[in-house]
């Protein structure tokens, strides 16, 4: 078992976007074991970077790294666990949303130590902030390699968190909204989909950059009078943060179901 090595059950999107930013362009990356599941993203990881192996079998992914992560769907998650041999000083860290840590420390028995974490698609720049929790050093060392962390009060909080990513596909399908409607009124597709791409990427730039609350960025961003103004109350008079809050009501409901 190497020091500082890294495994990985399930080999899909997260997986990878942690790899890369465990890999690319650093100086002196940490061995990484990756399962055979995903098998061809597994060898195009380990065709990029040479510290990267892909492994014969999940067991032998834990017998290479003290510190797994478990990225499989949640679905399927305590018949994947409940195969593997585990041991006292292994660091098991789920990154399966809505599998609480009661269920993980049984599936995983004997592991000394169970985190949850969620990770983001960003990692694979480095910049992922990493919900996690319980606080636990190996797993803030690992995530701390691909960006920040963030541990909340308790694990409910994790949860909210959880539920919170569930807004990123309709967050695109809103901009596609818009994009369809500039190509509805003449503009080539291609060019509304590069301007919409554009100034939200240029707002998303604000985000990152800035230090402002939200609610000031709101008010930053219109006029009074003005025509952001009147698309935001047109928005809430007909109930979308409503409707938004009540859908990560459901999406939180069934995390914790």
């Not at 059950?9 to 890999?23: H, M, P």
């Not at 650093?26 to 195009?44: N, T």
């Not at 014969?56 to 478990?70: G, I, K, Y």
Request: proline fraction near 5%.
């Amino acid at each position: 078992m190497e020091s500082g090595a890294y495994g990985f059950v399930g080999t899909g999107a997260i997986t990878a976007a942690i790899v890369a930013g465990l890999s690319a362009e650093v100086a002196h990356p940490p061995a990484v074991f990756l399962s055979p599941r995903g098998h061809s993203v597994g060898q195009e990881l380990a065709s990029r970077f040479a510290n990267v192996q892909v492994c014969e079998s999940n067991q032998d992914v834990l017998d290479n790294a003290t510190s797994t992560v478990v990225a499989v769907r949640p679905q399927i998650g305590r018949a994947v666990l409940t195969e593997l041999s585990f041991r006292p000083h292994h660091v098991v860290i789920s990154a399966m949303a809505g599998v609480s840590l009661e269920q993980l420390h049984e599936w995983a028995a004997p592991a000394g130590h169970i985190v949850r974490a969620i990770p983001l698609p960003s990692a694979a720049r480095a910049q992922s902030l990493t919900a996690m929790y319980p606080d636990n050093a190996d797993a803030r060392k690992l995530f701390g390699r691909v960006g920040g962390v963030l541990v909340p009060a308790d694990e409910t909080t994790l949860d909210a968190l959880s539920a919170a990513t569930a807004t990123f596909a309709a967050h695109f399908d809103y901009l596609t909204t818009i994009a369809d409607w500039l190509a509805g009124h003449g503009l080539d597709p291609a060019a509304a989909t590069a301007y919409t791409t554009h100034i939200f990427g240029q707002l998303g730039q604000s985000l990152s950059q800035g230090t402002d609350s939200l609610a000031t960025l709101t008010e930053e961003h219109m006029t009074p009078g003005g025509i952001n103004q009147q698309l935001m109350t047109d928005l809430r008079r007909d109930g979308v943060p409503d409707a938004v809050r009540r859908a990560l009501d459901r999406v939180l409901a069934r995390l914790r179901d």
